[in-house]
């Protein structure tokens, strides 16, 4: 009992501690939290609930969530399924009438972002996990982000009222430097060869990098979204790359590297890791995440001319 | 039927789409100009001291190009949108199973365990839920078995309560322990611990109840469950009036269940969870009588967040003791059941379980277990997607008060329809 009974005497330090007047943010996923951070600067305090090298489609419903979204004013979400296999009970089941669906306090971005592949047939899952509102990982794409960073200082202005100009002043901001780097970095891509810009992703997550930078994708390492490659396709994706001369491989971190890693190795391609979001506990803003991750990629892009001379 | 009979519901059905393609339509031409006008939610809510023009004017200035939106995408949405519906989520989960048992009549207690040589339909799991409207929620899984169909729940949620409270009112499983308040089809064994079935009964513990748990405003997760229902059913209450036609005549025959559950995150990766739980209510034995069941919970699990094959090694254990007044006596015997769980691959899970139960002698409320029972299980589970899972398992186990037998059994699962919540 005396672990318990000193967690008990923490908490009663604690408690009073932390009443205080910021609006509690809560985001799905870190970049999320990026930019709501970004906006509400020092009148709110964000919490985010997954890690950038975590799956946002499995993560654990821990029940210590239910706590964080017990005091929560704002929950930020992405939607189109992507947390519905682990948030919806949990925001249920956190008592707090602020953040349920439909409340002030739930936002779910998508809402608002002009989405791709929007499945127009029919839809059922021998296509694999696909998600019937369309690709959730718009976040991959500055332009977007502008229409999420927008609704999201819309939510805090209507929260917090009196903040509403600096969150307006601070969207200003952020809105410039989101145009600067969506323009910057699509610009540079543009001068990379037809054939540097061929990649293969692992998922179907990349969509709207692709857009963004102007990128083709080939093939995708999974057959379809969800289901572990297997060797044939994998064997397909291998004579694929090597028809088109593709050799760039992309994928969030948080994907199984073994197939990419063996495709790379007999395309004489290159894999390119990134993490799945901003490393918001680390203090990375979401402008310098884009950055980050489109020069590393127009690196490992330029370099494939070397790779492909060398054949 | 007539061809008029069949084309008026076709008419209804023409006219039901037809304002909701006129107004996709309208969209593809505004989603043009701004893609972010698609929305059906509004952008930007005026804080107060705003006027229509300023908003414009900070619109105008922050907005800037907005991003390339292909020709079709509007109307795509647009029609997936005149799609939508007040339809609740549903899905449909099976299990089947094909077994092996080294004796003609294995023991095998809980209702949808596969129980025979040869195969077993386990169960259609028909779940259904969506909030009824910003004050309830509403979940029911009506279950399809060999012998017909069971409202295994249904139940509806508070959304608004204040002071952290939360109640439940229908029919749902009890909050006892780790497995009760679960479904077969969130376990990792295709058969209920044996523990479960003998003091709850084959479908565990279940009935019509009023449920009222309360979150405690801790920095950790703390949450306490009352619930009272009634006392009745073989299925569901056999450690209480079980079957028995007792007419109930007040508050003090009813079932009341208590349980206290906390979560303690070491970090991102490990976690542990406790809980206790008892359940008091009258038995059949007499006015007055009573049975009760105390129960201790442990669930450690070790998830790598960054685990790119989504790795896990999880360690769930349960002990249950339970005490039943009968004339001129007081029967007491516990069980417990212990599991390790390896989830080693997105397609691979591995699975150890010992259970270990004791039996009163000469037990006259439980006439065919009345000595100690143990039971191994192993298990290899493969997932070919997160939908399905295909599941091997072997069984030794070992009644005192009948023979030993060995259980070889298969099991398939499916699941189709909306991907419900996971529970941790």
Redesign the interface.
């Known amino acids: 009992m005396s672990p318990i009974a000193r967690?008990l005497t923490?908490?009663l330090l604690?408690?009073p501690a932390t009443a205080q007047a910021k609006l509690q943010v809560v985001a799905s996923v870190p970049d999320l939290a990026a930019i709501a951070s970004a906006i509400g600067s020092e009148h709110v305090d964000v919490v985010c609930l997954t890690?950038p090298?975590?799956?946002p489609h499995?993560v654990?419903?821990?029940?210590?969530f239910?706590?964080t979204l017990?005091r929560a004013d704002l929950l930020v979400v992405i939607g189109l399924?992507l947390e519905?296999?682990?948030?919806?009970?949990?925001i249920?089941?956190?008592?707090n009438?602020e953040i349920?669906?439909?409340?002030n306090g739930y936002l779910e971005v998508s809402?608002?972002v002009?989405?791709?592949q929007?499945?127009?047939t029919p839809i059922d899952?021998a296509m694999?996990?696909i998600h019937?509102?369309?690709n959730p990982h718009f976040l991959l794409?500055p332009?977007?982000a502008?229409?999420v960073a927008?609704?999201i200082?819309?939510?805090l202005?209507?929260l917090a009222?009196n903040h509403?100009k600096d969150f307006?002043a601070k969207?200003?901001q952020l809105?410039r430097q989101l145009?600067i780097v969506a323009t910057e970095a699509r610009e540079r891509f543009q001068t990379l060869t037809p054939g540097q810009r061929q990649v293969v992703a692992y998922h179907q997550s990349l969509a709207y990098l692709l857009?963004w930078l102007g990128l083709t994708p080939i093939a995708t390492v999974e057959p379809r979204p969800?289901?572990?490659p297997s060797p044939s396709h994998t064997a397909l994706v291998l004579r694929t790359m090597r028809s088109t001369k593709t050799h760039t491989l992309l994928q969030e971190?948080?994907?199984?590297?073994g197939p990419s890693e063996t495709l790379a190795r007999l395309a004489n391609a290159r894999l390119y890791v990134f993490p799945g979001g901003a490393d918001f506990e680390g203090g990375e803003s979401y402008v310098e995440r884009l950055r980050k991750l489109s020069q590393g990629l127009f690196e490992v892009l330029g370099a494939s001319n070397a790779a492909v001379s060398g054949d | 039927m007539n061809s008029a009979s069949l084309s008026a519901p076709l008419l209804l059905l023409v006219g039901a789409f037809a304002p909701s393609l006129a107004t996709a339509g309208r969209e593809v031409s505004t989603s043009s100009t701004t893609a972010t006008r698609t929305s059906t939610t509004p952008l930007v809510p005026p804080a107060p001291e705003l006027t229509e023009q300023e908003l414009r004017a900070i619109e105008e200035s922050t907005l800037g190009e907005p991003p390339p939106a292909s020709a079709d995408s509007g109307v795509v949405q647009g029609l997936s949108r005149a799609l939508q519906s007040m339809n609740p989520a549903m899905s449909f989960i099976l299990d089947v199973a094909a077994g092996y048992f080294t004796i003609d009549t294995p023991d095998q207690r809980g209702a949808h365990d596969p129980s025979r040589t040869g195969f077993t339909f386990q169960q259609l799991e028909l779940s259904v839920n969506a909030n009824v409207d910003p004050f309830f929620r509403f979940d029911a899984n009506l279950v399809f078995g060999e012998f017909g169909v069971e409202i295994e729940e249904a139940y509806a949620s508070t959304l608004r309560l204040p002071g952290n409270f939360q109640l439940r009112a229908g029919q749902f499983l009890t909050r006892f322990g780790r497995i009760n308040g679960t479904h077969p089809h969130q376990w990792s064994f295709m058969d209920q611990p044996l523990v479960n079935a003998k003091f709850f009964g084959g479908e565990g513990s279940r009935g019509l109840a009023l449920e009222v748990s309360w979150l405690a405003p801790l920095p950790w997760y703390l949450e306490l469950v009352a619930s009272s229902g009634n006392p009745t059913g073989d299925c569901c209450a056999r450690s209480f009036l079980g079957d028995a036609e007792i007419p109930l005549t007040g508050p003090e025959d009813l079932l009341y269940t208590l349980a206290l559950e906390q979560f303690i995150p070491f970090d991102p990766s490990w976690s542990l969870s406790v809980g206790l739980s008892s359940q008091l209510g009258p038995n059949n034995t007499g006015p007055g009588n009573r049975s009760v069941i105390h129960g201790a919970d442990l669930y450690l699990r070790y998830r790598p967040v960054d685990s790119t094959e989504r790795a896990a090694l999880s360690w769930q254990t349960e002990v249950m003791f339970r005490s039943r007044q009968v004339p001129g006596d007081l029967l007491q015997d516990l069980g417990l059941y212990s599991q390790l769980v390896w989830n080693l691959s997105l397609r691979w899970e591995l699975g150890l379980r010992y259970e270990f139960v004791t039996g009163v002698a000469e037990d006259p409320l439980d006439l065919d277990w009345d000595a100690e029972r143990q039971r191994y299980a192993a298990q290899v589970t493969f997932y070919p997607s997160h939908f399905s899972r295909v599941r091997a398992q072997v069984n030794h186990d070992y009644p005192r008060y009948a023979e030993a037998y060995w259980a070889f059994l298969v099991n398939l699962e499916v699941l189709v329809g909306a991907h419900g919540a996971h529970q941790f």
Do not use: H
Not at chain 1, 60 to 64: G, N, T, V
Not at chain 1, 92 to 95: D, E, I, L, P, V
Not at chain 1, 253 to 257: D, T, V
């Open positions: 967690i923490l908490c604690v408690v890690s090298n975590q799956d499995y654990d419903p821990r029940p210590s239910m706590v017990n399924d519905s296999s682990w948030l919806g009970r949990l249920t089941n956190s008592r009438p349920q669906v439909g409340s809402s608002v002009e989405r791709l929007v499945p127009n899952r694999g996990d019937a509102g369309g794409d332009r977007r502008r229409s927008q609704a200082a819309g939510r202005a209507l009222p509403a307006n969207l200003e809105d145009l857009d969800g289901i572990a971190s948080y994907y199984q590297r």
